[in-house]
Antibody, heavy 122, light 107 residues
Framework: QITLKESGPTLVKPTQTLTLTCTFSGFSLSTSGVGVGWIRQPPGKAPEWLAL???????RYSPSLKSRLTITKDTSKNQVVLTMTNLDPADTATYYC??????????????WGQGTLVIVSS | DIQLTQSPSSLSASVGDRVTITCRATQSIINYLNWYQQKPGKAPNLLIY???TLQSGVPSRFSGSGSGTDFTLTISSLQPEDFATYYC?????????FGQGTRLEIK
C-alpha cells in the first residue's frame, strides 16, 4: 500500500524559505519509472503543479516558479524535499506530494498525501 | 505552458442525471489527459488516465473520451457521492498543468 505524508511549517514569513518534506512508503524512488510530484492548491482555487522528481534524479519544474524551487530525493530515507525561496502571501496554499504512476508512456498522480497547509504572513 | 480550460465552471444537476464536463487544451496533447475528483478538505482522487482508462476502483458510471485538444468526462447516472469538484490535468508536456475545475452541485 502506497502512502505519502507531507510535513513542514504551517506559518512562514514573507521572503523566507519554505522547506517541505514528503515521506512515503510502499514504493521505492530507485525503481524505474517511479516519480514523486509536488502540487499546491490555494484556498478555493485549482491545483497548481510545482515540480516532479524521477527515479533517475531527473527533475521538472513549473516554468513560472522554476527560479524559486528545488526538489531533491533521499532514496534511503524514502523522502522527497521541496524548497521554495522568497515566499509571498500569494504562496499560501495546501501543498501536496503525490506518487507518479507510469502507464506505458503516460503518467498520472494516482496516490496523494493528505496535504499540509502553509500560510505566508508576517 | 499548455493551458486547459474546463466548461462549465459549475454545474447543478440531480441524482440520476447524466452530466458531461469538457476540457480543452491550447494545443494537441494526444490523449495525455487525466481526470480527478476532489471533495472538500480532501486531496484530489484520480478517476481516469490516458483520457479514457478508468483507474482501478472507480465506478463504471464514470467515463472519459477525446483526443487532440478536446476531452470529456461523463457521469452516466449521478450518485449523491459524485457531487464534488472535477479537474483535468495534462501529462503531455514536461510541465504538467491542471484545468481550473468544474464544481458539480446538487440541484
Amino acid at each position: 500500500q502506497i502512502t505519502l505524508k507531507e510535513s513542514g511549517p504551517t506559518l512562514v514569513k514573507p521572503t523566507q524559505t519554505l522547506t517541505l518534506t514528503c515521506t512515503f512508503s510502499g514504493f521505492s524512488l530507485s525503481t524505474s519509472g517511479v516519480g514523486v510530484g509536488w502540487i499546491r492548491q490555494p484556498p478555493g482555487k485549482a491545483p497548481e503543479w510545482l515540480a516532479l522528481i524521477f527515479w533517475d534524479d531527473d527533475k521538472r519544474y513549473s516554468p513560472s516558479l522554476k527560479s524559486r524551487l528545488t526538489i531533491t530525493k533521499d532514496t534511503s530515507k524514502n523522502q522527497v524535499v521541496l524548497t521554495m525561496t522568497n515566499l509571498d502571501p500569494a504562496d499560501t496554499a495546501t501543498y501536496y506530494c503525490a506518487h507518479r504512476r507510469l502507464i506505458t508512456s503516460h503518467d498520472a498522480f494516482d496516490i496523494w498525501g493528505q496535504g499540509t497547509l502553509v500560510i505566508v504572513s508576517s | 505552458d499548455i493551458q486547459l480550460t474546463q466548461s462549465p465552471s459549475s454545474l447543478s444537476a440531480s441524482v440520476g442525471d447524466r452530466v458531461t464536463i469538457t476540457c480543452r487544451a491550447t494545443q494537441s496533447i494526444i490523449n495525455y489527459l487525466n481526470w480527478y475528483q476532489q471533495k472538500p478538505g480532501k486531496a484530489p482522487n484520480l478517476l481516469i488516465y490516458s483520457a479514457s482508462t478508468l483507474q482501478s476502483g472507480v465506478p463504471s458510471r464514470f467515463s472519459g473520451s477525446g483526443s487532440g485538444t478536446d476531452f470529456t468526462l461523463t457521469i452516466s447516472s449521478l450518485q449523491p457521492e459524485d457531487f464534488a469538484t472535477y479537474y483535468c490535468q495534462q501529462s503531455y508536456s514536461p510541465s504538467r498543468t491542471f484545468g481550473q475545475g468544474t464544481r458539480l452541485e446538487i440541484k
